[in-house]
């Protein structure tokens, strides 16, 4: 290289540097004027530790607007993370809540940062969060009604603690709060900690940050002026080491990942023995579908999140089965084509991108909304305003529209069949599968080499929380595809528009050489010049066939019937277009990988090749079942 050329180099790179700090020094401006206007229209009472009933305070910030006429409504954030200086999502909600004449409460969970006591994955959401909503009851600037409102980690936990049903607890904003979803209906992904009983490594990643048993902390009883001032001088946040989760991810044993990468102590060794029906599940904070849920709920989630199937369960098993005709009528659903928590970051008037996939202006007007409904439950709002807020909204991708109905799926859905075949060859893009309407009338299968030590890798999907391992959205697979190990089954160029809206089915007739194994399914978009985009996918291993209490391995040579965990979407699968397929037995690092040996995966270091069959006949019916939109 030159010199001239290096200092052309050099001079962008300070360029570029430069314009790194100014952009940062943008963003804490934009926080402190945020903050800024918080503090000037409300009146902070920081560090106020809240008693629960076993004498354990939870550190706990309230904002209560300075102009308030009387007695105020309360919405009420929960978090296991720093809030030392109030920002984000957090801030704008504040904000936004304080302006409309709300007070807003801001907690940390137990065992976490100022907070007191010992840590529990969600936060010991039946007694905390019940104590909390009685103190919030009874302040003299409270109105006695209490809203809940967060994303993802400040959202699971609210479901649990709305079987509880607190008389003060009159609405709930939960978005992307499948972690607080042990089990419903046909999905028992315990907190999203499983998909079709294989685990998924996102939770592995973010215990990574989250477990805390060991950590500093000051003498109980200090006074809120004390902790006021060791706030300013103390964050108490963790400064954990960088890891490389793709590399972390792929050594064994996978029991020693948090440990090896320099971890805490914490639940993560005792979750990873559990098994998906395993008692301990269903004793802590999940919500499961046994339980009455007593509270009216906004329901907000995204396609490309790791929740989306069983939070749109949740909706309509509350909505049937809640026992207050009230709380089944206050239920209401919004599904944004975003990745998890992705609602603030929608662009207001350009394009969004989800992955690589443009979707479209898929803006919503968020905050009105959003009190539209606070108002009527917290204020006493007259039924107008609620009423104009459509029962259920989902962003239909591809038509890129947001679209309206009474029920989730749409009532006129109707399904369409399209049945695996080929001519035994469907192996990786340049095969010779196909998506037929009818049963396969030629070859019976086709096989393919599973090598756990060489995994298909994930590319897309629902995604969240696991620091890069894998890439959430909508990409084009076909690098994935042009694998062996991947079978691609392909249907005609479409003759119309195609609106798939709803839960989507499929069902695998397989065997294997191996004991165990895992089968991927992936549903995709081919657009007429070749590229594959993703629209979900969906795993299931092979021993929880019969339920998953109800284990059982392989035989080698039988034929077995998988029935997966549903996907969920609604996606415009435009005229020309292809319907893809893809079946496979890995997602990886997305999903742990299965080593094919029958054993307990977590606690094993090496694997076994397996030679994997999908069956495709009129007797061994192997398809995907699609909700249509006529």
């Avoid at 000051?218 to 004390?226: D, H, N, R, T, V």
């Avoid at 996918?537 to 035989?555: C, H, N, S, V, W």
């Avoid at 496979?584 to 990988?593: D, T, V």
Wanted: charged share 20%; proline share 6%.
């Amino acid at each position: 290289m030159s010199m001239r050329s290096c200092q052309w180099l050099a001079a962008v790179t300070r360029s570029l540097q430069l314009a790194c700090v100014l952009l940062l020094q943008v963003s804490v401006w934009a926080a402190d004027a945020e903050l800024a206007d918080l503090e000037r229209i409300s009146t902070a009472d920081t560090m106020y530790m809240m008693p629960m009933r076993d004498g354990v305070r939870l550190a706990t910030d309230i904002y209560r607007p300075k102009d308030a006429d009387g007695k105020v409504p309360v919405i009420f954030i929960k978090t296991p993370y720093d809030f030392n200086e109030i920002r984000g999502a957090s801030l704008q909600w504040a904000y936004q809540a304080v302006s409309r004449g709300y007070a807003v409460a801001i907690q940390n969970e137990r065992g976490r940062y100022y907070s007191e006591g010992e840590w529990e994955l969600l936060g010991d959401p039946r007694t905390d969060g019940y104590d909390a909503l009685t103190w919030l009851e009874k302040q003299p600037w409270s109105n006695g009604n209490v809203g809940t409102v967060g994303c993802s980690s400040s959202a699971e936990w609210q479901l649990a603690l709305a079987a509880q049903d607190h008389p003060a607890h009159k609405a709930m904003i939960p978005m992307a709060s499948g972690a607080g979803i042990g089990r419903v209906g046909e999905f028992q992904e315990q907190g999203n900690w499983y998909k079709g009983g294989v685990h998924q490594t996102l939770f592995s990643v973010w215990l990574y940050g989250v477990q805390q048993t060991t950590y500093p902390r000051f003498p109980a009883g200090l006074s809120q002026e004390q902790l006021q001032r060791l706030r300013t001088m103390y964050d108490l946040a963790p400064d954990m080491p960088e890891v490389n989760w793709k590399k972390q991810l792929a050594k064994l044993p996978a029991i020693d990942w948090l440990d090896d990468a320099g971890g805490n102590t914490g639940p993560f060794r005792e979750l990873m023995a559990r098994t998906p029906a395993d008692k301990a599940w269903f004793e802590g904070g999940l919500y499961h579908d046994n339980e009455d849920f007593g509270v009216p709920a906004f329901w907000w989630n995204s396609w490309f999140d790791v929740s989306q199937g069983p939070n749109l369960a949740l909706y309509n098993h509350v909505r049937s089965n809640a026992s207050d005709k009230a709380v089944r009528d206050g239920q209401y659903l919004l599904v944004a084509p975003t990745l998890h928590c992705g609602f603030y970051r929608i662009p207001e008037h350009e394009d969004l991108v989800a992955g690589e996939l443009n979707v479209g202006n898929a803006s919503f007007p968020v905050y009105e909304q959003m009190f539209t409904f606070f108002d009527h439950y917290l204020k006493g709002n007259d039924g107008r305003e609620l009423s104009r807020l459509p029962r259920v909204q989902f962003y239909t991708m591809g038509r890129n529209e947001w679209e309206s109905s009474e029920t989730w799926p749409p009532r006129a859905v109707q399904t369409q069949t399209f049945y695996l075949a080929s001519d035994g060859a469907a192996n990786s893009l340049f095969g010779d599968g196909r998506l037929d309407r009818q049963p396969a009338a030629g070859a019976a299968m086709d096989r393919y080499t599973y090598d756990p030590m060489n995994p298909v890798p994930a590319l897309g999907g629902g995604v969240c929380c696991n620091r890069g391992a894998a890439d959430g959205g909508s990409f084009d697979q076909r690098g994935i595809e042009a694998r062996a190990d991947v079978l691609v089954y392909s249907s005609e160029p479409l003759s119309a528009d195609l609106q798939v809206t709803g839960h989507i089915r499929s069902t695998l007739y397989v065997s294997s050489s191996a004991r165990d194994t895992d089968f991927t399914v992936k549903l995709v978009d081919v657009h007429p010049d070749g590229t594959a985009y993703n629209v979900d996918d969906t795993i299931f291993r092979a021993r929880y066939r019969e339920g998953f209490d109800k284990p059982k391995l392989m035989e080698n040579g039988e034929v077995y019937e998988l029935i997966l965990s549903p996907m969920s979407t609604s996606y415009q699968f435009k005229k020309g277009h292809r319907v893809r397929v893809e079946v496979a037995s890995s997602k990886f690092p997305q999903y742990m990988r299965n080593l094919n040996t029958g054993g307990n995966n977590y606690d094993e270091t090496e694997g076994v090749e397996a030679l994997n069959t999908v069956w495709h006949s009129a007797g061994y019916p192997s398809r995907i079942e699609l909700p249509v939109l006529p």
